[in-house]
Every structure is written in C-alpha cells, then in structure tokens.
C-alpha cells in the first residue's frame, strides 16, 4: 500500500519589498487600562437614608447622655448659667425702656407762679405754650386748687382755716409729646422762665436721664457679659463633647478604617452639643423664671412709689424661642470646635 503524505500548511506569504527579505512589524501593547475600581463602593444615600441615619444617632445621642446623666447635668447647670446672666439683663433692659416710655411725666416742665400773680399772665403763658407743637398738653393749677390740693393730701385743714390769706402760688404744668428731646425741653423751660409773673421753673428730666442712662448701661453690659458667657458656654460644651469623643476613641478609628469620613464621624458630637445647649437653655429659662418671681414685689413697689404701674414684659415665647436657638447655636460650635481639633489627630492603629 501506498501511503499519502499529510499535505503540508500552505505557509503564508509575508507582505514585503518584493527582493524576498522578510519583514516583521512587531504589534504595540494596548494603552488600555481597565477602570480602577473603588474598594469600597459608596451607595448614594438617599432622602430616607439620611432621615434613618440622623433618626439613629439622634437615639444613639439620648442613649448616652442618659447613661452619664451626672455629667449631663452639671454640663446643663454650667452652660445655664451662662445663658441666664445675659438674659436676665436683656429682660431688665426691655423693661427699663418700657418704663421710660410709659412714665407720664418724663417730658414735662412745672411753672410755679409768684403769690399773686395775674390770672391774664397765667393764662397768656397757658396759651403760648399750648401754640407749641412740641407740647402735648398743658394744665393749670389755681391758688384755690393748690389749697384744696395740700388739705387734702396733708391733713392740716384746721390748721390752713386760720390763715389770712392762701399762701400756695399757682402753677401750670405741660407735658411733650413722645419722642421729645431733651434739648427742646430745656428750650420749653428757657422760654417759661421770661414770662410775667413766673417765679421759678422745674424741669423734669432728672428721672428721664436716669433710667435713659441706666438703659444705655444696662444694654452694653448685657452685650458684654453676653460675649463672654457666650464664648463661655462654646468652651463648656467644647469640652463636654472631647470628652465624649475620648470615650469613643476606638469605635472612631474602625470607623475611619472602614472608610468613614470625617462629616459622618462629627455628625454625633454635633446632636452631642445642640443637646448640650438645648439642656443648659432650659435651665437658663427656669433661673430666668425665678429671679423675676424674686424681684417682681420690689420692682412694681418701686415703680409704683413713682405713680407708675409695670408689667414685667419680654418673658415670653419669642424670647424663649430666642434662647433655645442661640444655646442650640453656641452648643454646636462647641462640638464643632471640638470635633475638629481631635478628629484632625485621630490615627489608625
């Protein structure tokens, strides 16, 4: 038998100059790299993702300031205390305006006539100062109303029934419209002292310049100490949460292991020192509250001695709502504050 030789693969013809020499064109890798790929791929957290998550630390929050109650409290006391000062003066403040504006007899001047003096000049005066526009209103007081007046008030109407004659002068009073100055009240009584028969002139402002210049204290006092209480309770909290943040040293650094990142690391100190702030407003609304039950009986017989009647006004909700809001403020810049200084220093074991 004859055997058949396998046929031979036809060898390919390499493309070339056509004098026979072969030519190889050696093939480029491809720059093509594949994606890097995240090792720990992030899904996007949606609306309710992130309610659940706030929702959980929010427990998680009251879960551990209950457990340290102790601290929470004295923490509470520290921060409303530092609240209640700067308050109260804003209250005291409110109510030194309210006084000044409510006392009737604030702008004002009193004419006190001579013995005898001519009912036309009394009444001449009365008219001139009604004519002007800065004056309210005018009253006038005769010789016979100002002895109806002292027997009265005095009780010495069988000692008065012997005199020969009245020896009270008549006198006038008129009163400016709100929002006078002090400068057209004293121009008022420059004017009333050159008129007939006029014997003396007092001009009732002394009061007026007392409780406006208490006011005005009272008010950079409050703005000062509120600085500083302030900045006070930011460090109280401030220290407060780095404590808290001690506390949690180790669960931090598995979380920044896993790929945590730093918003979502601060996020429980944050509700840490809003809680902080909102527990020390609270007490700061309680001390509050009871410094006005304190000092409300003198305060109202002071005034009235004054002939006055006040309200203590400025507790009420749009101050308590004030309160809770700056002592939320002021706690999370002390979280904050604290929160970034030792976060900034955490490292992984």
């Known amino acids: 038998m004859s055997r058949r030789k396998a046929p031979t693969p036809a060898q390919p013809t390499p493309s070339g100059p056509s004098d026979g020499s072969r030519a190889t064109t050696p093939r480029k890798p491809s720059a093509r790299k594949p994606p890097a790929?995240?090792?720990?791929?992030?899904?996007?957290a949606g609306v309710l993702t992130t309610l659940r998550d706030h929702r959980r630390i929010s427990r998680e929050t009251l879960t551990f300031v209950s457990a340290r109650l102790g601290t929470s409290l004295l923490v509470w006391l520290l921060v409303g205390i530092a609240l209640a000062l700067p308050g109260g003066l804003y209250l005291l403040q409110q109510n030194l305006s309210a006084l000044s504006g409510a006392w009737e007899g604030r702008p004002g001047i009193s004419v006190y006539f001579q013995p005898g003096a001519a009912a036309a000049d009394i009444e001449a005066l009365a008219a001139r100062l009604r004519g002007n526009e800065q004056v309210q209103?005018?009253?006038?007081?005769?010789?016979?109303?100002?002895?109806?007046?002292?027997?009265?008030?005095?009780?010495?109407?069988?000692?008065?029934?012997?005199?020969?004659?009245?020896?009270?002068?008549?006198?006038?009073?008129?009163?400016?419209?709100?929002?006078?100055?002090?400068?057209?009240?004293?121009?008022?009584?420059?004017?009333?002292?050159?008129?007939?028969?006029?014997?003396?002139?007092?001009?009732?402002?002394?009061?007026?310049?007392?409780?406006?210049?208490?006011?005005?204290?009272v008010t950079r006092l409050g703005v000062i100490l509120g600085l500083l209480f302030g900045a006070g309770a930011v460090l109280v909290t401030s220290t407060s949460v780095r404590l808290a943040i001690e506390a949690r040293l180790e669960e931090l650094r598995v979380l920044k292991l896993v790929g945590a990142t730093d918003a979502q690391i601060r996020r429980p100190f944050l509700y840490f020192g809003m809680l902080y702030g909102l527990g020390g407003a609270l007490v700061a609304a309680m001390l509050i509250s009871l410094c006005l039950v304190i000092i409300e009986p003198p305060l109202l017989a002071l005034v009235g001695s004054y002939g006055q009647n006040l309200e203590l006004a400025g507790?009420?909700?749009?101050?308590?709502?004030?309160?809770?809001?700056?002592?939320?403020?002021?706690?999370?810049?002390?979280?904050?504050?604290?929160?970034?200084?030792?976060?900034?220093?955490?490292?992984?074991?």
């Open 315 to 349: 507790f009420d909700l749009t101050f308590l709502a004030g309160l809770f809001v700056v002592a939320g403020v002021l706690g999370v810049l002390g979280a904050l504050l604290a929160a970034s200084q030792r976060l900034a220093d955490l490292e992984i074991l």
């Open 37 to 44: 790929r995240d090792p720990w791929p992030r899904p996007r």
């Open 137 to 217: 209103a005018v009253t006038v007081i005769t010789q016979d109303q100002a002895l109806a007046e002292f027997q009265q008030y005095a009780g010495v109407a069988d000692a008065l029934a012997f005199l020969d004659e009245n020896p009270l002068p008549a006198s006038l009073r008129a009163t400016l419209r709100g929002g006078a100055s002090l400068d057209s009240l004293q121009a008022l009584a420059d004017q009333a002292q050159g008129a007939a028969g006029v014997a003396d002139v007092v001009v009732e402002k002394t009061w007026l310049e007392r409780v406006n210049e208490l006011t005005r204290v």
